[in-house]
């Protein structure tokens, strides 16, 4: 069977509600992570796929919808990535479920539903990166997932432990949240090497994706 004509019959079978094993590949993927997305969202990067693996376990992940490129060479010519993590967030909590599942470990299953809290708090308060230098991009939104985060684990009361361990730091991401959004932003306007493509230098990208010395010495201190 041809790849459309399988892509076709899947369709038919997910449209009438039936379970459907499919081996079309990255077709079915690509479908599911990138086009469905990009139609109802405007763009994959927001969405989580979910794939059971048949011995257990599972694949988390979200789509790219072709968009990488050009916010590589954004990043590069202008310091401002506006990728958004939205995706990779949520893939994050059914992941930590499965290890509170699996490992019979319930702080995972705290850092689960807390991350699930403080990605609805990022959606509620509009925290998704801005197309344009200048504008709050990636690095802001990891900032505002981190301070969400922090406060959800600060606030829960099923592990007093975890609790104590992030009340410290969720007050200090609060208090410094407008300097922190100021060196976010006054890293961005300038080109920049990040010495590589596919393969950039690990401490060169890094550095540049942690312009923040307020929350980097936040978060070390963690």
Same mark, same amino acid.
């Given at each position: ?49 979910? %794939? ?5 376990? @599972?694949?988390?992940?979200?789509? *790219?919808?072709?968009? /990488?490129?050009?916010?590589?060479? +954004? ?57 344009? %230098? ?5 690095? @802001?939104?990891?900032?505002?997932? *981190?301070?969400?985060? /922090?406060?959800?684990?600060?606030? +829960? ?66």
């Amino acid at each position: 069977m041809a790849p459309d004509d399988a892509m076709r019959f899947t369709l038919e079978r997910v449209r009438a509600g039936h379970d459907t094993i499919a081996i079309t590949g990255n077709v079915l993927r690509d479908y599911l992570t990138d086009l469905f997305p990009i139609l109802e969202l405007g763009t994959s990067s927001r969405m989580l796929s979910i %794939v059971p693996l048949l011995k257990g376990g @599972g694949l988390f992940e979200t789509g *790219a919808g072709g968009s /990488a490129p050009k916010h590589v060479q +954004q990043f590069i010519e202008e310091d401002h990535l506006r990728w958004d993590s939205l995706g990779e967030y949520c893939a994050l909590v059914p992941a930590l479920e499965l290890v509170a599942q699996t490992d019979n470990n319930p702080k995972a299953s705290i850092f689960a539903n807390s991350l699930d809290q403080a990605i609805g708090m990022y959606l509620e308060q509009g925290k998704s990166p801005s197309r344009k %230098v200048k504008g709050p991009d990636n690095r @802001g939104s990891a900032f505002y997932i *981190a301070l969400y985060w /922090a406060k959800a684990l600060a606030a +829960q009361t099923e592990d007093e432990i975890v609790a104590k361990a992030f009340e410290q730091t969720a007050r200090r991401l609060e208090e410094n949240e407008s300097k922190i959004n100021e060196e976010l932003l006054a890293a961005q306007g300038s080109p920049l090497d990040i010495r590589g493509y596919f393969l950039p230098e690990p401490g060169v990208t890094e550095k540049q994706m942690r312009p923040s010395t307020t929350l980097n010495h936040i978060i070390n201190n963690l």
